[in-house]
């Protein structure tokens, strides 16, 4: 059964050692506790934070090919509970913890405890207010008479009178601008002793975009008072930066005993922040701090373990009201005028008055192909996706795979980069190049085969080439685009930032980046962390980014496509802001809309049980 499991890859050799560890068995055969370990170690590689015992198909546990017949694991009347319970490594103390039908490694066990317990502690801190002061400035920020509630106005009134608060949303629902109208509100609520506030990102680029947009949005702000304006900051860093790493160590210099200084920690892309991050994040809190979310529930989950943004916002549904409690809707009532606040159901989720649902895309309006397919994926609508993408909406291309469409898709790639080409070879600035760069991105599911980055980034070079636009016999030819994939502390480099090479006044080639002031930085090839050629991008890579045309390529069923999930296939669509270019097979597409990925965790049980 071992063999069949290794084989097929379903386990490595290291999970079986520590599975033999645990349950102190030296060698085959082993019991069905040894092999529930394994089941476990399994959920753990695909980022599950536990093993639902209830998710479990226990005729094939493995998800073995069943081309082959499946060996039985476990006995029929296999009783996984007592089982596990009779282990030695099973109890409070032990690597293995239990908690209902859930598993766990003592570890993120350790973690989602943290995030329960800190969650709620700053949920129900008393928050000393001017009410009527706050009504004031809620009024003088969104002074809009419309008969519907303002979801702006309501998260930015349950940011305010909380210590903890989760702002989620679709792209272009305002998540940045209601921030930004926040933080006026509190500094002028606060305006003897303005607050620290700390903006961050998971990623240096978003944590660069976040700076924009904060500033963009403080140009929206007439009518506030130039003190107020003034303590509103504008530079956001990454979280790595703000919590401090100590170099060769996972530990942060930040922690319970020397927390961070701030009143008010403000994360972005809150999606993409893995349990462990955030664990240390929340750690890392002073008692005092507030600790704001924003982000999109919907968007991919984190590269590692978890799914927090998703399990925070799991009452969180499309087209319905939220489950405040009645104190909570009589409080936004008095705060944000009368209307109906709450679907009348009452929820046992302790954090239910503490997350807004901004549903509203102010980017994308009715007529919107982006928004509507945004839509469509994301409430499961394969019928309604496919006939926007033959609707020939304005702002959506598609392209199935027929004959020929490889060909095709390079040329119009190349074409699309040919731009910011020309602009290099005219000497334009490098904000230029960066600029007419950043309009168009190829994104794509897979990293390998014909699908995957390597073979387009490959080919889109071979065509420019070939078109006498990029010279490739130079290893770090001009023009070529970069993205960094590992942070770099010194150089003030980050996972995700992109360069472009460009000749210095020598004519040497040097990678050239947009710092957030809108200043270039250029550093000479050798001495770059490690990156990928960018002219195709994955789409996890790209979370965070937003592109005007973009362009997705997804593989047919046959080629990967079937390891496509919805929220990969959302991510993709909403990186577009005025354009996107889909190429696909409808099939592919219809199994990725009805292939949700939920990773398993505790968080929203264990917050409706305290
Ligand atoms: N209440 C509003 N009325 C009019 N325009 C708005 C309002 N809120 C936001 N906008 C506009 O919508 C656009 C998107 O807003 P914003 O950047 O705040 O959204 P977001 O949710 O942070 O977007 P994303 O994270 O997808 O970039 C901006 O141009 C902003 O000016």
């Given at each position: 059964m071992l063999e069949v499991l290794l084989e097929q890859r379903k386990v490595r050799t290291v999970d079986v050692e520590l599975a033999a560890l645990l349950v102190d068995e030296q060698q085959p055969p082993y019991s069905e506790g040894f092999y529930i370990i394994l089941l476990l170690l399994k959920a753990m590689h695909e980022q599950h934070t536990c093993l639902d015992l209830h998710s479990v198909n226990w005729d094939n546990p493995f998800e073995l090919d069943t081309r082959a017949p499946v060996p039985a694991f476990f006995a029929p009347d296999f009783d996984a509970l007592g089982c596990l319970n009779a282990?030695?490594?099973?109890?409070?103390?032990?690597p293995l913890r239990i908690h209902g039908q859930r598993v766990y490694l003592a570890r993120y066990d350790g973690y989602e405890a943290q995030l329960t317990a800190r969650f709620l502690q700053l949920a129900k801190q008393p928050l000393e207010l001017d009410l009527p002061a706050l009504k004031a400035l809620l009024a003088h920020y969104f002074n809009n008479q419309n008969s519907e509630p303002d979801w702006q106005k309501v998260a930015c009134a349950l940011a305010a009178t909380s210590k903890f608060c989760v702002i989620t949303g679709g792209p272009g629902t305002g998540k940045t601008t209601t921030v930004t109208r926040l933080l006026a509100i509190l500094q002028s609520l606060y305006a003897q002793a303005p607050l620290h506030i700390e903006l961050v990102a998971p990623t240096g680029k978003a944590a660069a975009r976040l700076s924009e947009s904060i500033q963009g949005a403080k140009g929206g702000?007439?009518?506030?008072?130039q003190a107020v304006l003034e303590s509103i900051p504008e530079q956001a860093q990454t979280l790595h930066r703000l919590l401090g790493t100590v170099p060769m160590s996972n530990h942060f210099r930040h922690h319970r005993g020397n927390p961070v200084h701030a009143d008010l920690v403000i994360v972005d892309e809150a999606s993409m922040v893995d349990i462990s991050l955030m664990s240390k994040l929340v750690d890392a809190l002073a008692p005092h701090t507030r600790l704001i979310l924003l982000g999109d529930k919907d968007q991919l989950s984190s590269v590692d373990t978890g799914n927090i943004m998703a399990d925070i916002c799991s009452e969180c549904t499309l087209g319905q009201l939220p489950h405040y409690s009645n104190q909570r809707a009589e409080q936004l009532g008095y705060l944000c005028g009368e209307?109906?606040?709450?679907?009348g159901q009452q929820s046992p989720y302790a954090l239910t008055d503490h997350v807004a649902f901004l549903q509203h895309s102010y980017r994308f309006d009715g007529d919107s192909g982006i928004g509507q397919l945004a839509y469509a994926i994301n409430t499961a609508d394969s019928k309604k996706a496919r006939y926007l993408l033959q609707s020939r909406a304005s702002d959506i291309s598609y392209y199935p795979l027929d004959e020929g469409f490889y060909s095709a898709l390079i040329a119009r790639c190349a074409e699309q980069y040919s731009h910011y080409l020309a602009l290099i070879a005219v000497g334009a600035t490098p904000a230029q190049v960066h600029d007419a760069f950043a309009r168009f991105q190829l994104l794509a599911?897979?990293?390998?085969?014909?699908?995957?980055v390597h073979a387009l980034n490959q080919r889109i070079e071979h065509h420019l080439a070939q078109q006498g636009k990029i010279n490739v016999q130079q290893r770090f030819y001009i023009g070529m685009p970069l993205m960094i994939t590992q942070n770099d502390y010194q150089l003030n480099l980050f996972n995700g930032d992109i360069g472009i090479i460009m000749a210095d006044d020598n004519g040497e080639p040097q990678a050239v980046f947009m710092g957030a002031q809108g200043e270039a930085r250029a550093f000479?090839?050798?001495?770059?962390?490690q990156f990928d050629k960018v002219f195709a991008m994955t789409i996890h890579k790209s979370q965070g980014s937003e592109f005007a045309h973009t362009a997705m390529v997804l593989p047919p069923l046959h080629r990967?496509?079937?390891?496509?999930?919805r929220q990969l296939v959302y991510t993709g669509v909403t990186r577009a802001k005025a354009h996107i270019e889909l190429i696909c097979d409808a099939r592919t597409l219809a199994h990725a809309i009805a292939t949700p990925v939920r990773r398993a965790s505790g968080l929203y049980q264990r917050l409706c049980e305290c």
């Open positions: 282990l030695p490594c099973t109890g409070a103390e032990k702000l007439a009518e506030t008072d209307h109906s606040y709450h679907s599911a897979l990293r390998e085969g014909p699908f995957g000479y090839p050798g001495r770059l962390p990967g496509g079937q390891g496509l999930n």
